[in-house]
């Protein structure tokens, strides 16, 4: 089987999971007496809002799971992850899917966002409106009801309540930050700086986008050692930023980063190296909806003294060498595979969206 029609498979047997745990969650519902339109209601928030992404999160938690119970040390794979690891693994990947599902309903409304995977924005659905705040605190509901019935009596159950929890509140932090720094309706570029970008990205991507999915996976696995998952944080962490940086490059040509008054690595590369001419350009023109306006921003960022591509081609050398050494310097005794690391940075290396 070729890696595509391989890729195709295996989202297939991972949506398969959705579906029962829609079921679950609406069971529940209907057991506990809701009436009939709000479990459709229910169950129509679920579906339009959690499945239709990449799915790359939830689907890194399965792919972590088969690497540490499933392959040697020399990442030959040894055999297929049973029914039941498979099952909790999904599961586990779902939850991340409805965590970030509860991001986005709630980012949406505060950014008074249009679109979403090409199409409309869940509270701009005809009916939904301000009950799209309760439905965003619907689908985080939804996380802890899944891991009570599935893992309740697991060892590790504990330890998926406090992975959740805490980077639930690491998100929620960078998207304060992110607020605070760049509302949309009033620009101020003083308050933007790349150390402000840095913990945005850390704390509003990275740790439930990329240490979450392989955190799960690991206290799935059976691994304790807090040492281990230190050595993960330290790896996965650096790769969210990564991402996140090349995300807001490749927005800057194909995005509306511009207009929508951004703090990302682009304007923020821009300020450090601007001159004074080009800082004006930048204040009377950054978050403008306006063609014009962001024609002159981008010339800027292509203006030879700032040039954003070539910063970001240093940039993308840079974070290769410097997280392939973090990965190449895992002990052998600490718990985990390189092939973790790998297959993750993979994902994204040279990603063109």
Same mark, same amino acid.
């Given at each position: ?7 195709? +498979?295996?989202?297939?047997? &991972?949506?398969?999971? &959705?579906?029962?745990? +829609? ?25 339009? !809002?959690?499945?239709?992404? =990449? ?16 392959? !040697?040390? *020399? ?11 498979? #099952? ?14 509860? &991001? ?8 008074? /966002? ?8 869940? %509270? ?5 409106? #301000? $009950?799209?705040?309760?439905? /965003? ?11 009570? =019935? ?5 060892? &590790? %159950? ?16 960078? *998207?304060?930050?992110?607020? $605070? ?5 009033? +620009? ?13 990205? +850390? ?5 439930? /986008? ?18 281990? %998952? =230190? ?29 929508? !008054?951004?703090?990302?690595? !682009? ?6 190296? /601007? ?9 009377? #023109? ?18 030879? #003294? ?42 994204? %290396?040279?990603?063109?969206?």
């Amino acid at each position: 089987m070729v890696a595509a029609e391989l890729k195709v +498979v295996k989202r297939q047997r &991972f949506e398969s999971v &959705f579906d029962l745990i +829609v079921d679950d969650l609406v069971n529940f519902m209907r057991e506990n007496g809701m009436p009939q339109d709000a479990v459709e209601w229910y169950r129509r928030s679920l579906e339009y !809002n959690t499945p239709g992404g =990449k799915l790359n999160r939830g689907l890194s938690v399965v792919d972590t799971a088969e690497i540490l119970l499933c392959t !040697n040390d *020399q990442g030959d794979k040894m055999r297929e992850l049973s029914d039941e690891e498979y #099952n909790d693994a999904a599961i586990l990947g779902w939850c991340v899917e409805l965590l970030q599902a509860y &991001f986005l309903v709630a980012d949406d409304m505060m950014d008074a /966002s249009i679109t979403r995977r090409g199409h409309p924005c869940w %509270y701009r659905l005809s009916g939904v409106g #301000n $009950i799209a705040i309760n439905d /965003s605190f619907m689908l985080d509901g939804a996380i802890y009801f899944l891991l009570k =019935k599935y893992f309740r009596t697991k060892p &590790f %159950y504990v330890h998926l309540l406090e992975l959740f929890h805490d980077t639930t509140f690491q998100t929620e932090l960078g *998207q304060l930050i992110d607020l $605070i720094t760049a509302p949309e309706d009033a +620009v101020d570029l003083n308050k933007f700086s790349l150390d402000k970008h840095h913990l945005i990205v +850390v704390y509003k991507t990275a740790f439930y /986008s990329f240490y979450l999915p392989v955190a799960l996976a690991m206290a799935m696995c059976g691994i304790k050692d807090e040492s281990a %998952y =230190k050595y993960a944080l330290d790896i996965l962490i650096p790769l969210g930023e990564y991402f996140q940086v090349q995300d807001d490059y490749l927005d800057a040509y194909v995005g509306t980063d511009i207009r929508d !008054n951004k703090c990302s690595w !682009n304007i923020n590369v821009a300020l450090a190296n /601007s001159t004074q001419e080009q800082r004006k350009v930048l204040d009377e #023109n950054y978050g403008q909806k306006d063609d014009t306006c962001e024609a002159r921003v981008k010339d800027v960022f292509n203006a030879s #003294n700032v040039n954003i591509q070539g910063k970001f081609a240093a940039y993308e050398k840079e974070s290769y060498d410097r997280i392939h050494g973090l990965i190449n310097a895992l002990p052998e005794n600490a718990g985990l595979k390189r092939a973790v690391f790998v297959s993750f940075f993979e994902k994204v %290396y040279k990603r063109t969206k």
